[in-house]
DNA sequence: CTCCATTCGTGAAAGCATCA
DNA sequence: TGATGCTTTCACGAATGGAG
């Protein structure tokens, strides 16, 4: 029995599906196939229950899974045992988006170091998604994304309803009246798309026409807003700060199609170690959106 | 160092169910 | 009924480890 099959073990119980775990483990999906039975060979005991189309646990799998789920919690702590060997207290592993990390965070979590020395940190970038996955996969500790979760082992908490602003670069003057979603074309609009809400909204605001100018990421939309003169959504918790730093202004802006709401939410790996570090953590991350 | 057995992962193909 | 999706099986190659 080793680690792999185990966790084969876990995400096919999770995801009912032997090929969405092999894409998840990144392997071909003979290779869950294998592991599984493996697995189910060295127990002496079938784990999943297969029918043509659909697969479930079976009794001896369902008692084994929390057991899986725990070995590989340990092995995880484990790990962090070794990497706390050069004297910090703890290891706190967080994970969220560009745009949060640079935009929002990046002071909170400057700050927290520095009056936590004791406390090391792994700071991980990723997509919503990706990042959900790492945490399940117990290889993140507290996380924060755009879709909430509801897993055995993640505390979930929502921590805002973010919407979205129309800005211009500090430089642009703002009009005397509201900018209409007709008017997007005429000022440079830049487009960079936020997934989930925002992107039906988009497309029903803008009528479905391409944009001029599509960007993947806010640092590249700030200098085009720049350069360009342009207008461009930001959620609210992103534009509030570069409006503090005068990096942006609110361009206001009016459509009868209301603009969307964007839930972001805080996931917490429930952990045995550590408990008062993540809790410091977590509180300071949810100060940084107030 | 070489040989050989074992293990593991891969792609292709087969078999089956579901759905339009 | 054909397209699609899912799991299983099989042959193959690469990596690994033990024996001599």
């Not at 057991?67 to 910090?88: D, P, S, T, V």
């Not at 940190?121 to 990042?131: A, K, Q, R």
């Not at 008017?183 to 944009?211: A, M, P």
């Not at 003169?229 to 730093?245: T, Y």
Request: charged share 25%; aromatic share 10%.
């Amino acid at each position: 029995m080793d680690i792999e099959q185990l966790k084969a073990f876990i995400f096919v119980a999770n995801t009912k599906s032997f090929t969405r775990t092999a894409e998840i483990l990144n392997v071909v999906q003979s290779t869950v196939t294998s592991r599984i039975q493996m697995l189910e060979k060295q127990l002496g005991k079938d784990l999943f229950e297969r029918d043509k189309r659909n697969i479930k646990l079976t009794e001896s799998g369902s008692v084994f899974l929390p057991y899986a789920e725990r070995i590989l919690e340990l092995n995880n702590e484990g790990l962090k045992a070794i990497q706390l060997e050069n004297g910090f207290r703890d290891h706190l592993i967080i994970g969220t988006t560009h745009a949060l990390w640079d935009y929002v965070l990046f002071e909170s979590i400057d700050n927290f170091q520095q009056t936590h020395p004791e406390v090391s940190l792994t700071l991980v970038t990723e997509h919503s998604d990706i990042l959900i996955r790492k945490m399940i996969d117990g290889l993140i500790d507290v996380a924060i994304v755009f879709y909430p979760i509801n897993h055995a082992n993640i505390i979930m908490e929502l921590i805002i309803e973010d919407s979205f602003v129309l800005v211009a670069d500090s430089n642009f003057t703002i009009p005397d009246h509201f900018v209409l979603r007709k008017d997007l074309k005429n000022y440079n609009y830049i487009h960079l798309n936020w997934g989930g809400t925002f992107t039906g909204w988009f497309r029903e605001v803008s009528s479905n026409q391409d944009c001029h100018l599509q960007v993947d990421h806010v640092s590249l939309l700030l200098k085009f807003l720049k350069t360009r003169n342009g207008l461009g959504f930001l959620p609210n918790a992103v534009a509030k700060r570069l409006i503090q730093q005068d990096e942006v202004v609110i361009v206001p802006f009016h459509t009868d199609i209301a603009v969307p709401k964007r839930s972001i939410y805080l996931l917490k790996r429930k952990m045995t170690k550590s408990m008062e570090s993540s809790e410091l953590l977590t509180n300071v991350l949810k100060e940084a959106f107030l």
